[in-house]
């Protein structure tokens, strides 16, 4: 059974800092991990995609890197900004049957003050 | 390219009664995926439909049912509402099973 967990839970830094987010997975047979990010109350806006055979994925101040042996994936954002409080979620892709759900972690809190 | 909607956008049912919540997939797309999100939770797996047909389901009781149409878009029944149904329900579409596309939600509020 794939379980996701994301350390911290609600995290709350000043403008400017650069910060790690972390997620954890049990199983390693993944082929891809997603970043997320939700707005209070709003859906997801997906913000990185990492193949498994990819370690890093940079969007703007975003990095994703990937460690499947480790079943462990950092989002990175540097310069953070006001504009970056949300919830940050991570999720694998499950196949059962013939279906793929995503499994996710429960989140990450963000808040950046000005 | 238009994205992925969902209709309502919120809504307010009373415990027992019936809810349906819809979901238009985006261009090209002919798979959609329901998801359950409690408040401080991640989104939970409801079900998905590939050309119309239940893929895969979640563990969810049978009162959830869906249904797909020709054109891909779907619908999420919930029916003898409980009041732990109050959530922000997602849908999102791919196509396959490649790179799921979320539409913004309904909040579902049960009383």
């Known amino acids: 059974k794939q379980e996701v967990t994301q350390i911290p839970a609600a995290l709350s830094v000043p403008e400017g800092e650069n910060l790690v987010l972390n997620c954890s997975f049990t199983?390693?047979?993944?082929?891809?991990l997603q970043w997320f990010r939700q707005d209070p109350g709003k859906g997801l806006t997906s913000l990185l995609l990492?193949?498994?055979?990819?370690r890093e994925q940079t969007s703007g101040r975003l990095n994703a890197s990937l460690d499947k042996s480790s079943g462990r994936s950092t989002l990175y954002i540097a310069a953070s900004q006001p504009g970056d409080s949300a919830t940050y979620l991570c999720?694998?892709?499950?196949?059962?049957?013939?279906?793929?759900?995503?499994?996710f972690g429960k989140g990450t809190k963000l808040t950046v003050n000005p | 390219e238009t994205g992925v909607t969902q209709s309502p956008t919120h809504l307010i049912k009373t415990r027992g009664q019936q809810v349906t919540l819809r979901c238009s997939s985006q261009?090209?797309?002919?798979?959609v995926s329901w998801y359950q999100q409690a408040l401080g939770q991640g989104p939970q797996f409801i079900f998905q439909?590939?050309?119309?047909?239940?893929?895969g389901r979640g563990n969810f009781p049978p009162r959830f049912s869906g249904l797909q149409f020709p054109n891909y878009s779907s619908e999420l029944n919930v029916n003898a509402l409980e009041l732990d149904d109050s959530a922000l329900y997602l849908c999102?579409?791919?196509?396959?099973?490649?790179?799921?596309?979320f539409g913004p939600g309904t909040r579902l509020t049960v009383t």
């Open positions: 999102a579409s791919s196509h396959a099973n490649l790179e799921q596309y």
């Open positions: 199983d390693s047979a993944i082929y891809n």
């Open positions: 990492i193949q498994s055979s990819q």
């Open positions: 999720a694998v892709p499950l196949t059962q049957g013939g279906s793929e759900k995503l499994v």
């Open positions: 261009s090209g797309h002919n798979t």
């Open positions: 439909y590939y050309r119309e047909e239940e893929n």
